[in-house]
């Protein structure tokens, strides 16, 4: 008999803070933003701010609650996110939906052929473009490395470009200043087929940072701007090291990152109401021995873990941090927080996850990290998933008629079910012991490295129409020409 109110799924989620912590946490947040206010070095920001009710002294602005209250009220609940060949919307960031993707800037890589730590390029970040398109847990690209190898005014466009033209899935962007976000966004209405396609088809994002404590510097001020104008998602996120650029507890490092994360949507909101905004932050700690801003410690995931509580309880999407370590190499250490991470992650219901395959406290990138991650993914997504409780799978009818001391392998039930019940790994090991001595005994480091190298020789990604790619490079030449290159 059919019953109501029946949920067939749980979910094996995560909940950090209370209601009430979490009230307390935004409620703090608010009282900085009027009490103490934030810093806009642009003059057309402060020009919003006041205009809008703002107490301004300077270039310090505080923030009337009822401000905030007001954005919150108008940004869109969810945001999309679509494949850039297609146009299919892939990625839908709302409530506790997970997607993983990796970082941008690193500056150093990995080199797969020959493991030596090198100079991230152009070369690289086409080289991590592809791997990402090929690997299937990942969702989204961001460049795992910056562009060394041009001009550093000109870096962000052959960025951009190196991403696109090795990725169909969606693309997280950084730009040098508001110039840069420009060109990227004219190639990506030129890829979307114009100006309105790209606003309803979005493909990118782009992720700007506020300087913490409390300041929005011009470039990063002048970028949300831009994104409210074209009503195009963008990610904005403190980077707060409890300790060093916020007070060392916990509670205060958050609230201070979230009054910086607010004070960003108050000026995206007002530039434009209802444009699509993602709050988030990598929120972590300075290691008082080390003095590194660390991507391994226990307090990023649990302030992650916490945020993502007040951005379901709010109901706006966020920027999450995962799949990332300290260690130096893909030895233990880096297995260990990567897995930790990537689990917490999913069950806190952050939405959009970055920073995989970061090593090295986010200086280093490595692809055979991003690739044992990748089966991490995987295996997170398993457990968050549950366990459907339904007539079907019960299987009530199927242990009746094998019965006892029956065997279940060869019957219907079980060729029907055991794919979409069971998580099956890429690269981690379940042969037995004499197999794998057959087969090398290869180690999951070397068995990521055969996967990275197989994806770069033999993926081939969708490629863009010559014409598109044709306008693109006009672009690029056209921002050379104005820096004299």
């Given at each position: 008999m059919p019953r109501s109110n029946y949920?067939?799924?749980?979910?094996?989620?995560?909940?950090?803070l209370t209601d009430s912590q979490i009230k307390r946490l935004i409620a703090a947040a608010m009282e900085i933003l009027e009490r103490t206010g934030v810093v806009y070095?642009?003059?057309?920001?402060?020009?919003?701010?006041?205009?809008?009710?703002?107490?301004?002294?300077?270039?310090?602005?505080?923030?009337?609650?009822?401000?905030?209250?007001?954005?919150?009220?108008?940004?869109?609940?969810?945001?999309?996110?679509?494949?850039?060949?297609?146009?299919?919307?892939?990625?839908?960031?709302?409530?506790?939906?997970?997607?993983?993707?990796?970082?941008?800037?690193?500056?150093?890589?990995?080199?797969?052929?020959t493991q030596n730590r090198i100079p991230t390029s152009k070369k690289t970040v086409q080289m991590a473009a592809k791997v990402i398109d090929a690997l299937p847990n990942l969702d989204f690209v961001m460049s795992l490395g910056i562009v060394q190898d041009v001009h550093q005014l000109v870096y962000d466009r052959h960025q951009f470009e190196a991403m696109v033209l090795n990725t169909s899935k969606p693309i997280v962007i950084t730009a040098i200043d508001v110039a840069g976000y420009g060109d990227i966004i004219e190639m990506c209405e030129l890829i979307a087929g114009g100006e309105e396609e790209l606003r309803r088809n979005p493909f990118l994002t782009l992720y700007a940072e506020p300087i913490s404590p409390l300041q929005h510097p011009g470039d990063s001020a002048q970028k949300l701007m831009l994104a409210a104008k074209k009503s195009l998602p963008v990610v904005y996120t403190p980077c707060i090291m409890a300790g060093g650029t916020v007070p060392a507890t916990l509670a205060g490092a958050m609230a201070t990152g979230l009054s910086e994360s607010l004070s960003g949507l108050v000026l995206n909101q007002q530039t434009n109401e209802g444009s699509p905004f993602i709050m988030g932050g990598v929120f972590t700690i300075m290691d008082m021995k080390t003095?590194?801003?660390?991507?391994?410690?226990?307090?990023?995931?649990?302030?992650?873990?916490?945020?993502?509580?007040?951005?379901?309880?709010?109901?706006?999407?966020?920027?999450?941090?995962?799949?990332?370590?300290?260690?130096?190499?893909?030895?233990?250490?880096?297995?260990?927080?990567?897995?930790?991470?990537?689990?917490?992650?999913?069950?806190?219901?952050?939405?959009l996850n970055h920073d995989v395959g970061y090593i090295e406290h986010g200086n280093c990138a490595s692809l055979e990290y991003l690739t044992i991650c990748d089966d991490l993914?995987?295996?997170?997504?398993?457990?968050?998933?549950?366990?459907?409780?339904?007539?079907?799978?019960?299987?009530?009818?199927?242990?009746?008629?094998?019965?006892?001391?029956?065997?279940?392998?060869?019957?219907?039930?079980?060729?029907?079910?055991?794919?979409k019940e069971t998580w099956y790994p890429r690269l981690f090991e379940r042969k037995f012991f004499e197999n794998w001595v057959s087969d090398g005994k290869k180690t999951l480091f070397e068995r990521s490295n055969e996967r990275v190298i197989d994806i770069l020789e033999n993926y081939e990604p969708e490629l863009l129409p010559p014409d598109v790619r044709q306008k693109m490079r006009e672009i690029i030449t056209r921002a050379e020409k104005k820096i004299g290159l």
């Open positions: 949920k067939a799924n749980g979910s094996a989620s995560l909940k950090v070095l642009d003059d057309e920001a402060v020009a919003i701010m006041k205009k809008a009710g703002c107490y301004v002294d300077g270039r310090r602005v505080r923030i009337p609650f009822k401000l905030v209250e007001k954005a919150l009220s108008t940004v869109p609940r969810k945001v999309t996110l679509c494949n850039s060949r297609s146009g299919k919307r892939v990625m839908e960031m709302e409530g506790g939906n997970a997607y993983f993707g990796t970082g941008s800037d690193t500056p150093f890589f990995i080199d797969p052929y003095t590194i801003f660390s991507y391994g410690a226990p307090e990023l995931d649990i302030m992650l873990a916490a945020l993502a509580d007040i951005s379901n309880y709010l109901d706006i999407p966020m920027f999450g941090t995962c799949g990332c370590t300290d260690a130096k190499i893909v030895d233990e250490q880096a297995l260990i927080e990567g897995a930790i991470s990537i689990l917490l992650t999913a069950q806190g219901g952050a939405n993914i995987g295996y997170a997504r398993k457990i968050v998933n549950g366990i459907e409780v339904t007539p079907e799978t019960l299987a009530l009818e199927v242990i009746d008629r094998v019965g006892p001391g029956g065997n279940f392998l060869a019957d219907e039930h079980t060729l029907q079910n055991f794919r």
